[in-house]
Each structure stands twice: as structure tokens, then as C-alpha cells.
T-cell receptor, first 111, second 115 residues
Framework: GDSVTQMEGPVTLSEEAFLTINCTYT??????LFWYVQYPGEGLQLLLK???ADDKGSNKGFEATYRKETTSFHLEKGSVQVSDSAVYFC??????????WGAGTKLIIKP | DARVTQTPRHKVTEMGQEVTMRCQPI?????VFWYRQTMMQGLELLAY????????DSGMPKDRFSAEMPDATLATLKIQPSEPRDSAVYFC?????????????FGQGTRLTVV
């Protein structure tokens, strides 16, 4: 079945560092791919999405490119801030219209 | 600003009591998801509905959990009887599924503690 694998956390970085959180997937067909962010005590919020190969989703300085050849959707940001500290979830929606979630990666940014 | 509304935000109850969690999806959305989040298991799908019909509730313990959508503006998740292991944050999400170009909008969750 469809699945999503993302790098384990926590990931700890200093402010202004470059961020990469890896996400790979397995799916039949052409899923849509998402990154969600969860701040402490909050629900999940959509951060960005991509619906077809080579699409780049971007929001709030974060970017991710849908790479079908490597079945990846890595999240990147050039310069992180303390306020980016949160848990990040990679997800896909496949042919059965269910959302398949990665385990989440906790990001800690130190001033 | 459309949003998914969940009530209550927090619930503390004694083991054996009935718990009902409510969700108001975003108007016009045709799909509702119920998730449970714990430190150990992460995010688990309990059930989801399309056009108010249950499509999949295989993630839900059938003997004590039930999920319904009595109308398009209300989804409920009920636990009877509740147990300490049910302590978790329960999220409702809604979405408009038209092909694959969709996303889920989450409520703020109900934090359930069963003592």
C-alpha cells in the first residue's frame, strides 16, 4: 500500500541555518503531496503542497519539489527562525483519497 | 475565515464514562476525517466520511468507538465506555475531495484525559 517515510527527529539547528527534512513515498499512480506543520498545542496546518511531478510548493520561505524519479518531496528552508520550531508532517493523498502520513519530524531552532 | 471547529477543546473524564466529541466541518466540504494523536503512535486515522457516508472506520476499536455524521454540519466521535488508554488528542479534519487536488483542514483538537 501507499506509504510515507520521513527523517526521524528531533532536528536541532541554530537560527539562520539551512533546513532540509527528507520525505520519500511509495504510491501507485500520481498522488498529491503535502507538508503540514503542527505548532505546540495546535492542530495541523497545511504548509505547502504539490499535485504533479516537478511542481514546487512554497510558503513562508519553505519549499518542496515533487520528484517522481526519486519519489521524494524534501522540505527546505534557506534560513530558519526560532518561530519555525514545530513538528512537520509529510503526507500524500493517493487514488483512494485517503491521506497517508509520515511519522512527523520535530524541529527545534535555537537562538 | 472558514475553519473546522471542535468541541470540547479539553475533556477530563473517569474511566467507564461516555465521551462525545463534536466537529463542525467547513461548509461545503464533502469529506471528514477523525484522527487520534499520541506520542507513542503518532497520527492514526480512526474513520472518514464522504458525503456523510462512512468510507473507512477500520482504524477504530469497534467495541467502544463510534463515529457518525447526523448532518452535513456535524460529525461526532463517541467512546463508550472510555478507558485510560484512550487518552490522546483527537483531531477532526475536513476537505473537499475533487480528484486529488485537495487538502485537509484540521480543527484544533480535543485533548482527552481518561483517569
Amino acid at each position: 500500500g501507499d506509504s510515507v517515510t520521513q527523517m526521524e527527529g528531533p532536528v536541532t539547528l541554530s537560527e539562520e541555518a539551512f533546513l532540509t527534512i527528507n520525505c520519500t513515498y511509495t504510491a501507485t499512480g500520481y498522488p498529491s503531496l503535502f507538508w503540514y506543520v503542527q505548532y505546540p498545542g495546535e492542530g495541523l496546518q497545511l504548509l505547502l503542497k504539490a499535485t504533479k511531478a516537478d511542481d514546487k510548493g512554497s510558503n513562508k520561505g519553505f519549499e518542496a519539489t515533487y520528484r517522481k524519479e526519486t519519489t521524494s518531496f524534501h522540505l527546505e528552508k534557506g534560513s530558519v527562525q526560532v518561530s519555525d520550531s514545530a513538528v512537520y508532517f509529510c503526507a500524500l493523498m493517493g487514488s483512494n483519497y485517503q491521506l497517508i502520513w509520515g511519522a512527523g519530524t520535530k524541529l527545534i531552532i535555537k537562538p | 475565515d472558514a475553519r473546522v471547529t471542535q468541541t470540547p477543546r479539553h475533556k477530563v473524564t473517569e474511566m467507564g464514562q461516555e465521551v462525545t466529541m463534536r466537529c463542525q466541518p467547513i461548509l461545503g466540504h464533502n469529506t471528514v476525517f477523525w484522527y487520534r494523536q499520541t506520542m507513542m503512535q503518532g497520527l492514526e486515522l480512526l474513520a472518514y466520511f464522504r458525503n456523510r457516508a462512512p468510507l473507512d472506520d477500520s482504524g477504530m476499536p469497534k467495541d467502544r468507538f463510534s463515529a457518525e455524521m447526523p448532518d452535513a454540519t456535524l460529525a461526532t466521535l463517541k467512546i463508550q465506555p472510555s478507558e485510560p488508554r484512550d487518552s490522546a488528542v483527537y483531531f477532526c479534519a475536513s476537505g473537499l475531495v475533487l480528484g486529488l487536488r485537495t487538502e485537509a483542514f484540521f480543527g484544533q483538537g480535543t485533548r482527552l484525559t481518561v483517569v
